[in-house]
């Protein structure tokens, strides 16, 4: 193991069903990060991207193999400590924003911010997302765009060791998402987090470090990008 590895993802199986409709998902996974690392999980639907970012996420279990995180291993964890895991490291951005309705944007950081110890200044992340003049807005005054910025908010205002991404951009438009991308990029490059962010759109890859490419619950290729370009450069 390298000494700036991360996470380690070591022979993760995962399969769903039994006996003639069993599906195995992921087929020993094996991969490791590195801290502060934006690193892309590209692959064509049902080639278990979404399946091995909550085993990450410690929200799904995998059948066999292990997660670590920082050296701990997610399966020696009970669900005490899986809970405080989650709370403490771990940032979620899904394609569905997630966001509660009767909380103005403000508020809905602020939410992430009180699973924190140390969170980041809210003030401060509201410019950094673009968000200071819309902070008094409720969600359904936002557009889809201004919405995943405040879903990104109340998941990065925790300064999470991790920063899970699913499909991020799926639901919006290529302007908007090029945007959100950048502010991906802004904020992992600012803050350190290590980024985690599941995606189909093969262009996406550009912008990483890291590219593991899936397909059929197996790792193909495992990429270090020498010459990544940045997120307002991507085009597809």
């Known amino acids: 193991m390298g000494e700036n590895t991360f996470l380690t993802v070591k022979n993760i199986c995962k399969s769903f069903g039994e006996g003639s409709s069993r599906q195995d998902v992921l087929r020993g996974m094996d991969f490791t990060v590195t801290k502060g690392e934006f690193c892309v999980l590209l692959g064509p ?11 990450i996420g410690g929200i799904d279990q995998a059948d066999s193999g292990y997660i670590a995180i920082d050296g701990d291993k997610l399966r020696d964890m009970n669900e005490r400590a899986l809970t405080e895991y989650r709370r403490k490291h771990l940032g979620y951005v899904f394609q569905l924003y ?5 909380l103005n944007v403000k508020e809905n950081i602020e939410v992430g911010a009180y699973l924190s110890d140390q969170p980041l200044p809210i ?28 879903s990104i908010g109340r998941a990065i205002v925790k300064n999470p060791d991790i920063l899970l991404c699913d499909e991020p951009t799926g639901a919006l438009d290529y302007n908007t998402s090029k945007e959100i991308l950048k502010l991906i990029e802004d904020v ?24 593991i490419k899936l397909r059929d619950g197996k790792v193909r290729h495992n990429i270090l990008n020498e010459h990544k370009i940045s997120a307002a450069e991507l085009e597809w």
Do not use: C, F
């Open 98 to 102: 997630n966001l509660i309705p009767n």
């Open 45 to 55: 639907s049902g080639s278990g991207k979404s399946t091995l970012l909550n085993i």
């Open 123 to 150: 003030d401060d992340l509201l410019h950094t997302l673009g968000l200071w003049e819309h902070r008094y807005k409720l969600p359904n005054q936002l557009s889809g765009g201004q919405q995943q910025r405040t």
């Open 188 to 211: 992992n490059q600012k803050y350190g987090n290590t980024v985690i962010m599941v995606t189909h759109n093969n262009a996406i890859s550009d912008m990483a470090d890291h590219t």
